[in-house]
């Protein structure tokens, strides 16, 4: 089918966002380059949009992030340690082969909680050649051989290899009944060498909980500084941080932290100032990080959540649900040891034709894909401008000043707004009643605003601040009518570079 009718068929379809061929799409699983090829396999059910039934494995590959083609299912939940999901999990890759760790999720028939009893997580292997087929499950561990403090909840298995070893970490629930803190969110960390099985190494937990449970977690360095990543559950919504359902960031841990160190708990002291969500938007979960040839450290999320009183029912109307954030390359920030996310530089290859943005004037976005950039902002500046100039952007007074707003031929779908907050400032993404599908306002707190990249992808937009220091992703809906044409985009204080931007070659 031709592009244009393909959009005409399906306008909510992002360009070079991946999304699933059908069905339902969460976690991204097994992020590698094997054999000259980028893999991506993400949580995936096929035969429900709206995520009923076992999870399997989808699987994209491609020798270009933008070029990937969708190779089908891979791992389904066909044996009797994953037969209720082949849940989300992880790939080594070895010179020989590509080695696929996964949980498999068995939940037991029965008067059980699936949280004390009842649940099995079995840690998995498979192995393949050619990064195409794959053989026979093994079975690593069962919830016996974790440390008898868990809940039946462990999962999702990031495994890497250093100094000879294999190690992982697995998200975990402790088991709190006895205690009056109650269940408490940890990493399980283990190890194997060449000649010895996998075995404990010890847990890496909060001294009061952190939330109850720590879902996909994932451990790396970047230039000397170590970091731990995992999704914890549980945390109070509040209104400038962890406002989603569940939350997901990183830990800057300290130099000393040794990740492998064997000692029964270890805590990270101060979760709450070492904690760093990884984007502030509404569309935001369970990111995994990769290596690639060149050595760059990319992380992919879920660009969706879990339990969320928000919807994707448009695109559920046309049979799928969910897509991935954009690959994004995490540095090093030198002035704070925080984490950088910039979309990779290939998808600049997207871009098409150029134009300048200038203030109140209205700027077509005519493929409804866009790469907007707006760098040397002056916070003040900003600030300063007149708020009666553009009156759709004073609709909710207080929320602060418009700096930029999307619209489709109808209505507002998303504007994004700035005011003071103590010492600092903060950035609120707003999205009109229609197009949010239940998504109201996502607040990120700034020191500062240097400079906003924003990729617009039909129905998902991600929102980069000074460089990445800060992002926001969410999805948003037109109506089907205004959709397939153009959306305008209209800036208060700032000029910008857009680019059009074409789809991506992906191959479903
Ligand atoms: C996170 C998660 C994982 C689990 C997977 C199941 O979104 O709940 O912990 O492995 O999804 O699809």
Redesign the pocket.
């Known amino acids: 089918m031709h592009l244009t009718e393909k959009r005409l068929s399906d306008p909510y379809r992002p360009g070079f966002h991946l999304t699933p061929p059908r069905g339902w799409m ?2 991204p699983n097994g992020l590698c380059f094997f054999q000259g090829e980028y893999h991506v396999f993400f ?1 995936y059910t096929p035969e429900s949009a709206s995520g009923a039934g076992k ?1 399997c494995w989808g699987h994209y590959a491609g020798k270009d992030l933008f070029g990937l083609s969708f190779r089908g299912t891979v791992l389904f939940p066909d044996s009797e340690k994953d037969r209720n ?1 082949a ?2 999990g992880s790939a080594l890759v070895t010179d020989e082969e590509l080695l696929l760790y996964y ?1 498999g ?1 068995v939940e037991w028939e029965g008067d059980y909680d699936h949280t004390y009893a009842g649940r099995e997580a079995n840690t998995i292997l498979v192995s393949s050649e050619d990064g195409e087929h794959f053989g026979q499950k093994l079975l690593l561990m069962s919830n016996k051989d974790y440390p008898a403090e868990y809940t039946c909840h462990v ?2 298995p990031k495994v890497w290899q250093t100094d000879g070893k294999i190690r992982m970490v697995q ?1 975990g629930r402790l088991d709190g009944r006895n205690t009056p803190d109650g269940d408490k969110g940890a990493v399980l960390v283990l190890e194997k060498s060449e000649e010895s099985p996998w075995r404990t190494v010890g847990s890496i937990t909060t001294k009061q909980p952190f939330g109850y449970m720590w ?2 977690p994932d451990y790396f360095e970047i230039g000397g500084q170590k970091y731990l990543s995992c ?1 914890p559950q549980g945390l109070p919504s509040e209104n400038d941080r962890w406002q989603n359902v569940y939350q997901s960031g990183y830990f800057r841990l300290p130099e000393t932290f040794a990740i492998a160190k064997p000692e029964r708990f270890r805590t990270i002291d101060d979760p709450e100032v070492r904690f760093n969500e990884w984007d502030m938007g509404f569309d935001f ?2 990111p995994q990080t990769f290596t690639d040839a060149v050595g760059r450290r990319i992380l992919i999320g ?1 660009a969706g959540g ?1 339990d969320a009183d928000y919807d994707n029912a448009p695109t559920v109307a046309h049979g799928w649900q969910h897509a991935l954030t954009l690959p994004r390359e995490l540095t090093l920030s030198e002035t704070d040891g925080r984490i950088r996310q910039q979309p990779v530089a290939e998808l600049n290859a997207l871009r098409t034709d150029y134009r300048k943005a200038t203030e109140y004037s209205e700027t077509l976005l005519t493929t409804g894909m866009a790469d907007i950039y707006a760098g040397g902002l002056s916070v003040e500046t900003l600030l300063s401008r007149e708020k009666k100039e553009d009156p759709a952007e004073n609709e909710n007074d207080g929320e602060g000043v418009g700096i930029l707003s999307v619209r489709s031929a109808s209505e507002v779908l998303f504007r994004l707004l700035l005011s003071r907050s103590g010492q600092g400032f903060r950035l609120t993404l707003t999205l009109s009643p229609q197009a949010g599908c239940g998504r109201k306002r996502r607040n990120a707190l700034l020191n500062d605003i240097r400079d906003l990249r924003i990729l617009i992808d039909r129905s998902i937009v991600e929102i980069y601040v000074n460089e990445g220091e800060t992002v926001m992703t969410s999805r948003f809906y037109p109506s089907e009518d205004d959709a397939v044409k153009p959306y305008r985009l209209q800036l208060g204080g700032i000029c910008a570079g857009v680019w059009d931007m074409k789809a991506a070659a992906w191959s479903r």
Do not use: I, K, L, P
Request: charged share 25%; hydrophobic share 15%; net charge negative.
């Open positions: 969460n976690d949580q999870r999901g849940f989300s949980t999720n999962r999702d998200g879902e996909c999704c979960y369970a879920w879990g």
